[in-house]
């Protein structure tokens, strides 16, 4: 079956651009593996396709069902998160304008703009954007892009869609929210007002661990069209097996969100009181200070879940070599249980800026493993 507008997200999860071959019937969309297409005479395209840095119809089905997912209507994949980062910041910003995001960026962003936009001459301000006033004071009349994540990343931080839409729509910038943390299960920003949606692939849509991948959606044709001119002409493309292998994560999306937010709601509680244990960072905690505000953007609150310990960084580095189930290492997303130190792994680059994570901080990414495993795994690192 093709699946409309209208059907549920599961089903466009499974459905959307992969209708079954139509020369076979296979009912998976194939990896196509070549390169470029027969022309049946000079510009005579059989399937619209000439070469696939351009496109390729793997690619084109992920792109379809991830555009579906947003609720947007041109979605584009990228060789990465930074590489889709890097076609939107060039396709919006010329030399000279300005940039506005969150003082707690995800920090291969905030490098791509300070090391490399920078060069380009595009000026930027980072900012705490949970304070609304503090983002209108930092907009400036060549400011072109609010860029922002929710939750944040390791603090779990919670930002107002729609309140930063408003003021994006007063100022004429184009509002970027980095959806990677929540995925599209739990979160649709283009509905509430936001200009372009970004992934990284790799964590929550992949969800496999096993593909490094980005996308960008968007309703806004001519911004697709200029995203998509910087698509071919730079060429940071999917190729068709990571298309094909972020596709096949795709379609489980829905199922493993709810087991991820499942899991992580379960260790909250049991973290939650625990002797060793000084804070829980959940925006599904009603403590928590953006828990409302993602009550009214989120379908639940996902896999990732920060804490801090007694003990400083010491017991910190403790735990997280302990854990026998909770693999630790970087990144995020998948269906195995992940857990490490920001403070001298993921936000090592941090230290001594204004970005610098506490030194007692753990970021567990919850996988879908046996919850009670997982329990059980914590609470002896934790002795
Ligand atoms: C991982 C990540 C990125 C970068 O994506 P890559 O696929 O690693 O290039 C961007 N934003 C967030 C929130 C991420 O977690």
Redesign the pocket.
């Known amino acids: 079956m093709s699946a409309d507008g209208n059907a549920g997200f599961e089903t466009r999860a499974i459905h959307a651009g992969q209708e079954p071959d139509k020369q076979t019937g296979a009912v998976i969309v194939p990896i196509y593996a070549t390169s470029t297409y027969a022309q049946d005479g000079v510009g005579g395209l059989r399937g619209g396709y000439e070469y696939s840095r351009t496109a390729n119809p793997t690619r084109t089905a992920l792109e379809t069902c991830l555009a579906s997912l947003e609720g947007g209507r041109f979605g584009r994949s990228f060789a990465?998160?930074?590489?889709a980062?890097d076609v939107l910041l060039r396709s919006v910003c010329r030399p000279g304008d300005h940039v506005v995001f969150g003082d707690d960026a995800?920090g291969?962003?905030f490098r791509l703009v300070d090391k490399v936009l920078s060069l380009w001459g595009v000026e930027y301000t980072p900012v705490n954007l949970g304070d609304v006033d503090a983002v209108r004071a930092a907009v400036r009349p060549n400011t072109k892009v609010i860029w922002a994540?929710t939750p944040t990343?390791p603090l779990l931080r919670v930002v107002d869609i729609s309140a930063l839409a408003g003021i994006a729509q007063e100022s004429g910038a184009k509002l970027v929210i980095?959806n990677?943390?929540a995925s599209p299960y739990l979160q649709t920003p283009l509905e509430l007002g936001a200009d372009v949606v970004?992934h990284?692939?790799?964590?929550y849509i992949g969800g496999h661990s096993d593909v490094?991948?980005?996308a960008l959606i968007t309703s806004d044709e001519e911004l697709d069209a200029q995203m998509g001119f910087l698509q071919n002409a730079a060429g940071a493309i999917t190729g068709p097996m990571d298309a094909w292998l972020t596709l096949r994560g795709l379609k489980t999306l829905a199922i493993r969100m709810e087991r991820h937010s499942d899991n992580a709601e379960r260790i909250v509680e049991e973290l939650t009181g625990h002797p060793k244990v000084s804070s829980v960072l959940y925006p599904g905690v009603a403590g928590h200070p953006g828990h409302e505000i993602a009550g009214k953007q989120m379908r639940r609150y996902g896999g990732m879940v920060s804490f801090t310990v007694h003990g400083g960084e010491q017991a910190a580095l403790d735990v997280v070599a302990k854990t026998r189930v909770f693999t630790l290492a970087e990144?995020?997303g998948g269906v195995e249980s992940l857990i490490e130190h920001p403070g001298r792994m993921t936000h090592a680059s941090t230290a001594g800026s204004q970005l610098e994570v506490p030194a007692d901080l753990i970021r567990l990414s919850v996988g879908i493993e046996n919850a009670d495993d997982l329990v059980a795994d914590l609470l002896q690192a934790l002795d």
């Open positions: 990465s998160g930074l590489a980062s995800y291969g962003t994540e990343n980095d990677t943390f970004l990284s692939t790799t964590k490094v991948g980005g990144s995020l």
